[in-house]
């Protein structure tokens, strides 16, 4: 690591630079680190991956001289790393109480005593002095109660981080954003903002959450069935418009889905839905309950196939089975990559007689919680920062944000990766280094070696041959071998090859291939494994995983 004047400070981006998820950023001035967010993203493929986390070896490395983590909000990009953090290294962590409360049962259910962690709670407006830095939490609109951005006064100047925000006007929570406490900091100088870039490429602005609540009022008064609500339930503003909603067309809620429950329990529990507590009707008694007096609000809206909302498309929810005439509005977006998934989900409910209605045929039923351009527009005005690093973004995200910038006007603008080490000293901002980073797969909170991730990615491929070999001595068989497939051949209609293939490897043992009179028990496996692999690549055109085991009677 270069060496640097004191007043300087370095940025090293764990995650979510170049990616959207997991975001992780090392604040580093010389007598300490303070991390922004800890988050996870979620696997695309199905290789049997819960989540993903920073590879957080860098931080392990230097824990000793870690402050503080801090949390702007408690999406799971933001928090669901934790866990996996202070497992390596016992910080203390500062949170929104929201976030704070999210990321607790998290940190429960991978098994930490809470008593044992130092868990902070910070509100907006507040310094808090957090090792090298003091740490101000300033009040943003997202889709998320209790957003922040922070104020980082830094040995190398004050720095702003927006964390996750879009300017809504009229937020159904009454939490305004603090636009005053951002402008006074600008005012006052910024010598840097971070700045989030997810929806860089979306036109004007994001639209206010309570555009939603009208939108899904309209569909709920003049549906003659059951209403099915499908919605990321960390959205507890939306929550609360749907509580309202419910309550004037005299519906009661019933709610399907762990993570719908556990949204509406933390919210309850911080009093911040008020519902009266007949409003909700338990799932075991949901099927009684008048088909017009209905609302039930569904976790699941990408397809994901254990969620209620894929459940009850397929009719194979336990609770609740849906009826022709009846309404699911999918209060969504599809994240990218799963359009083919959710219009299949779309396709099933279709299938049933039911109604859907999405943001393809009803635009406003959702809205993003990411500023559009306007918005990042008006963040970068109000804050007029002396240099500008996008984040929360792909590359494409943050090289279409940097562009933006200088458009209008920035001069001092840097795209940085997960692993640069980014200077912020007296000039320009500056890479000095590289560090190692990655992502670390984990399956009910333990890793998942990369060795074995490529096996399953081979499996799936190809399918795998085992092979079991009787030999003496000198490697020679003392049966034929036995020769089991999966996903190569089909093993009851394919009789023949697979005798053909067993052939194949007895002949090849037979002409004592061996360097040795006593061969090894690996160059007998290296031989026959050769030997499947050409025989079932000349039948099925793929050369599958083998495993052979060799017995020596
Ligand atoms: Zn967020
Ligand atoms: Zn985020």
């Not at 089909?490 to 067993?502: I, N, S, Y």
């Amino acid at each position: 690591m270069s060496t640097l004047p004191s007043s300087a400070l370095r940025l090293v981006p764990l995650g979510g630079l170049g990616e959207i998820g997991m975001n992780c950023l090392a604040v580093e001035a010389d007598d300490g680190i303070v991390v922004v967010d800890c988050g996870v993203t979620f696997p695309q493929t199905d290789l049997g991956i819960d989540v993903f986390h920073p590879d957080f070896s860098y931080l392990e490395e230097r824990r000793s001289r870690i402050a503080g983590v801090v949390i702007t909000h408690g999406h799971e990009d933001h928090i669901g790393g934790l866990p996996y953090l202070l497992r390596c290294a016992d910080v203390p962590v500062w949170a929104p109480a929201h976030a704070m409360n999210l990321a607790k049962e998290r940190l429960v259910e991978r098994g930490f005593e809470l008593r044992q962690l130092k868990l902070n709670t910070i509100v907006p407006r507040t310094r808090y002095k957090i090792g090298p830095l003091s740490v101000e939490p300033v009040r943003v609109t997202h889709s998320i109660l209790e957003a922040c951005a922070l104020i980082l006064r830094t040995p190398a100047g004050t720095i702003v981080h927006t964390g996750d925000f879009k300017f809504d006007p009229t937020p159904p929570d009454g939490e305004h954003m603090d636009v005053e406490r951002l402008k006074q900091v600008g005012d006052e100088g910024v010598r840097l903002l971070l700045s989030d870039s997810t929806n860089i490429d979306a036109p004007a602005s994001s639209g206010s959450e309570k555009l939603v609540g009208e939108a899904i009022d309209k569909l709920v008064q003049d549906a003659p069935a059951r209403v099915i609500v499908g919605l990321f339930s960390s959205n507890v503003q939306r929550l609360i418009m749907l509580g309202e909603i419910a309550q004037r067309h005299r519906r009661r809620i019933c709610l399907l889905g762990r993570s719908a429950n556990t949204h509406v329990r933390i919210a309850t529990q911080m009093e911040r839905l008020g519902w009266p507590s007949d409003l909700l009707v338990p799932s075991e008694s949901v099927q009684a309950v008048p088909r017009s007096s209905l609302l039930v609000l569904a976790s699941g809206t990408q397809a994901e196939p254990v969620a209620a909302m894929w459940r009850m498309a397929t009719r194979s929810h336990p609770a609740l089975a849906l009826d022709p005439g009846d309404r699911v509005i999918l209060s969504s977006r599809i994240i990218p990559g799963n359009d083919p998934a959710v219009l299949r989900m779309i396709g099933h409910l279709l299938r049933q007689g039911v109604e859907v209605r999405s943001r393809i045929t009803d635009p406003e039923v959702h809205v993003s919680g990411h500023a559009h351009r306007d918005e990042q527009r008006r963040m970068l005005e109000l804050v007029r920062p002396q240099s500008f690093v996008p984040v929360h973004g792909t590359l494409h995200h943050l090289h279409r944000h940097a562009q933006f910038a200088r458009s209008l006007g920035q001069p001092d603008v840097l795209v940085a990766e997960n692993g640069d080490v980014v200077e912020v000293g007296a000039g320009p901002l500056r890479k000095i280094d590289e560090v190692a980073v990655g992502k670390v797969a984990t399956y009910d909170g333990e890793e998942i070696s990369d060795d074995v991730l490529r096996e399953r990615e081979s499996l799936g491929r190809t399918g795998i041959a085992v092979v079991t070999l009787v030999v003496d001595v000198r490697g020679q068989l003392l049966s034929p071998p036995l020769l089991s497939t999966r996903g190569v051949l089909d093993a009851g209609e394919d009789k023949d090859l697979m005798r053909g293939a067993a052939l194949e490897i007895a002949q090849a043992l037979s002409g004592r291939p061996f360097a040795s009179e006593r061969p090894t028990d690996e160059q007998i496996i290296e031989v026959a494994q050769r030997a499947v692999r050409r025989n079932l690549d000349g039948i099925s055109g793929r050369r599958p995983v083998a495993v052979v085991h060799v017995v020596r009677p």
